[in-house]
């Protein structure tokens, strides 16, 4: 890979070419370093929050392509609105973008300090809310369904499915009863790509977000504690009405 080095502002000069047989793997990784640098670059320099945010925004996406850029601006923006409440301390957003099928990678967990993904994997939705598709979400008790919003990661414990992870809502009306519901991360045998090529969907838990049994142990190490996730999906009422959601001052 070329070393850069600066040429004054907002100028980048290539100081040697590499191998023209790179994999796409690497030639990925490439991009992924510079625009990782220039978001850095940016937050410290004379540039305006809003483009700060699309080079965070396009720097995630550019790692978990599957979720979408709507997905990602709203966790981005729930991220700082959160942090301007000073509900968090930690530089890190989990994204659940549920306008996707569940067999489909749709959990991401970013540093929005470098933009960097640190886990893209599959998660499951609610029975509730639907079969392949999440597209019914509920904040009832006994439902069954996921429940949209910003949520704070809480406390670990060991239950009937291992390793666990607490939940609380921060939008009353649309997750704010995920404590009581007992709304939490945890693995699941049914979230795998095996369960989703033979069934052509992941299997559902009871609202929860379910892991695979591979990765949801050293997910919630990272995430839990006090870190934000967002539950996105293009929900009229719940776009127009979570302070959480508009672009953060």
């Given at each position: 890979?070329?070393?850069?080095?600066?040429?004054?502002p907002g100028r980048f000069v290539q100081e040697h070419l590499t191998s023209t047989s790179k994999s796409s793997a690497r030639r990925s990784a490439f991009r992924v370093a510079v625009v990782s640098f220039l978001f850095a670059v940016s937050a410290h320099a004379n540039v305006p929050a809003g483009k700060r945010l699309q080079h965070l925004a396009a720097t995630i996406q550019s790692q978990a392509p599957n979720i979408s850029a709507k997905a990602i601006s709203a966790a981005i923006n729930a991220y700082f609105h959160v942090k301007q409440r000073d509900l968090t301390d930690k530089p890190l957003v989990t994204i659940v973008d549920y306008s996707l099928p569940s067999a489909k990678k749709r959990l991401a967990v970013a540093d929005v300090q470098t933009g960097k993904v640190l886990f893209y994997t599959y998660v499951a939705h609610g029975k509730g809310s639907g079969g392949k598709y999440a597209t019914r979400f509920s904040n009832t008790p006994g439902t069954n369904a996921s429940s949209l919003g910003v949520y704070l990661t809480g406390h670990t414990y060991?239950?009937?499915?291992?390793?666990?992870?607490?939940?609380?809502?921060?939008?009353?009306?649309?997750?704010?009863?995920?404590?009581?519901?007992?709304?939490?991360?945890?693995?699941?045998?049914?979230?795998?790509?095996?369960?989703?090529?033979?069934?052509?969907?992941?299997?559902r838990s009871w609202g929860c977000f379910a892991l695979s049994r591979k990765v949801e142990s050293a997910?919630?190490?990272?995430?839990?504690?006090?870190?934000?996730?967002?539950?996105?999906?293009?929900?009229?009422?719940?776009?127009?009405?979570?302070?959480?959601?508009r672009l953060p001052r």
């Amino acid at each position: 890979m070329g070393a850069w080095r600066s040429d004054g502002p907002g100028r980048f000069v290539q100081e040697h070419l590499t191998s023209t047989s790179k994999s796409s793997a690497r030639r990925s990784a490439f991009r992924v370093a510079v625009v990782s640098f220039l978001f850095a670059v940016s937050a410290h320099a004379n540039v305006p929050a809003g483009k700060r945010l699309q080079h965070l925004a396009a720097t995630i996406q550019s790692q978990a392509p599957n979720i979408s850029a709507k997905a990602i601006s709203a966790a981005i923006n729930a991220y700082f609105h959160v942090k301007q409440r000073d509900l968090t301390d930690k530089p890190l957003v989990t994204i659940v973008d549920y306008s996707l099928p569940s067999a489909k990678k749709r959990l991401a967990v970013a540093d929005v300090q470098t933009g960097k993904v640190l886990f893209y994997t599959y998660v499951a939705h609610g029975k509730g809310s639907g079969g392949k598709y999440a597209t019914r979400f509920s904040n009832t008790p006994g439902t069954n369904a996921s429940s949209l919003g910003v949520y704070l990661t809480g406390h670990t414990y060991y239950g009937k499915h291992g390793y666990s992870m607490r939940l609380k809502g921060l939008n009353p009306e649309f997750n704010g009863a995920a404590y009581r519901r007992d709304i939490v991360m945890h693995s699941a045998w049914y979230v795998s790509r095996t369960f989703a090529k033979d069934h052509g969907r992941m299997g559902r838990s009871w609202g929860c977000f379910a892991l695979s049994r591979k990765v949801e142990s050293a997910v919630v190490k990272l995430i839990r504690g006090g870190t934000v996730l967002l539950a996105y999906y293009p929900d009229p009422k719940w776009l127009r009405s979570s302070p959480f959601l508009r672009l953060p001052r």
